[in-house]
């Protein structure tokens, strides 16, 4: 058996509703215990029979994130009765679940009324219950009301239900019609807005190690002094970021996972600025995502002079940080309606940089070096 050469990446640019596969006693295998974070796990939904099921597999651009796992021995095999519909890998990470987590929800409209709930399946085992217990109210709140079942065992599922995959990275990042309608009719829709009309979404309070833009704190003074509030998403429960994204109607932030929030609770009212910290033009995957699905204005500001990468590093990564010409970004938000004052920012010195640089590498306990290499690709998706 291998693992998935006759498949590819599904095809969401047109309908998909006809594309929903029903099954009875279907087994959903989780990943195997014991393995760790891979990047590639083998799990999914096989049939009675042991084919593999298409529409289980989770796709990150045109490279798969589950392949076929193998038939589980029998004794292994738990038998859960009811109809349920089955979502795919649980991501602990936030931006991945905003992505891949969710990337079936738009069928739960028309299968809500036959079922008992929805299947997920561990991303890999680390305290698979803790991670539903997270994210179970997250779903509801984008419009997923039935209960969660995080599976960490082999399931025989009586009725089963699997939608194909309807949004994702790269070339499903705009999301197929009926995944948009979903978002439009459904997420967030519970939760009033509140919060402040111009928000800077802001990665200054995270761990260094998480990367950002070089003189974020002097960023942070220019914007507040355009009458824009510094929003830091980790500290606010789900609800609460979602209603300041909803009551937004300025936002900026560097490219990051918060921005996959706003694009699913957001409105068309909003101007959304979208600057690149690394290679990899994740910025103008986030700028299309939010002009997708809200019709929202998203600029995609990309004002890299140069990425600083770990010692140990070869590209640009989550953990990098990127130098930037605070002259163009003040240009490009100007032009973009983002920001109104005239007076140009002025780029960091050099030695206002390299005390930067040098507070990063003390804060990781490393040193951060100039990417010198050709632009490439960051990782699909970080926070």
Not at 31 to 47: E, F, Y
Request: charged share 20%; aromatic share 8%; net charge negative.
């Amino acid at each position: 058996m291998t693992d998935t050469p006759a498949f590819a990446a599904p095809d969401i640019s047109g309908p998909i509703a006809a594309h929903i596969t029903r099954l009875q006693g279907a087994i959903v295998v989780p990943p195997a215990k014991g393995l760790g974070n891979q990047s590639v796990q083998k799990s999914g939904v096989l049939t009675a029979d042991g084919e593999y099921v298409e529409n289980s597999i989770t796709w990150r651009g045109r490279n798969p994130v589950t392949i076929r796992p193998a038939m589980p021995a029998a004794g292994e095999i738990l038998d859960l009765p009811g109809r349920y519909m089955f979502l795919g890998p649980l991501f602990g990470h936030f931006g991945h679940f905003l992505v891949e987590s969710i990337c079936r929800i738009w069928a739960f409209d028309s299968l809500r009324d036959q079922i008992d709930g929805v299947i997920t399946v561990p991303k890999f085992q680390n305290r698979p219950e803790h991670v539903a217990a997270v994210y179970g109210p997250f779903l509801e709140a984008l419009g997923v009301t039935a209960p969660l079942h995080n599976l960490a065992d082999p399931t025989r599922v009586a009725e089963l239900y699997v939608p194909r995959q309807g949004f994702g990275m790269f070339q499903m990042i705009e999301g197929a019609p009926e995944f948009r309608d979903f978002v439009r009719a459904y997420s967030g829709k519970a939760i009033a807005p509140q919060g402040a009309e111009k928000i800077y979404i802001s990665r200054s309070a995270l761990p260094a190690i998480r990367g950002s833009v070089i003189g974020e704190k002097r960023l942070e003074a220019y914007l507040e002094a355009e009458g824009y509030t510094v929003f830091h998403p980790q500290l606010h429960s789900f609800d609460a970021q979602i209603a300041a994204y909803k009551a937004a109607t300025h936002i900026i932030g560097v490219d990051c996972s918060p921005l996959h929030l706003l694009a699913l609770v957001g409105h068309a009212g909003q101007k959304v600025g979208v600057i690149a910290r690394r290679d990899g033009d994740l910025d103008q995957i986030f700028a299309r995502q939010i002009r997708a699905f809200q019709g929202a204005e998203a600029h995609a500001v990309n004002v890299l002079e140069r990425n600083w990468i770990e010692g140990h590093a070869n590209r640009p990564s989550r953990t990098s940080w990127g130098q930037i010409s605070f002259a163009r970004l003040h240009a490009a938000l100007h032009g973009a309606g983002l920001i109104a004052g005239a007076t140009p920012w002025p780029d960091l010195d050099s030695a206002t940089l390299a005390a930067e640089v040098a507070a990063i590498g003390e804060a990781t306990k490393t040193v951060f070096k100039p990417y010198e290499g050709p632009a490439g690709s960051a990782p699909a998706l970080d926070d």
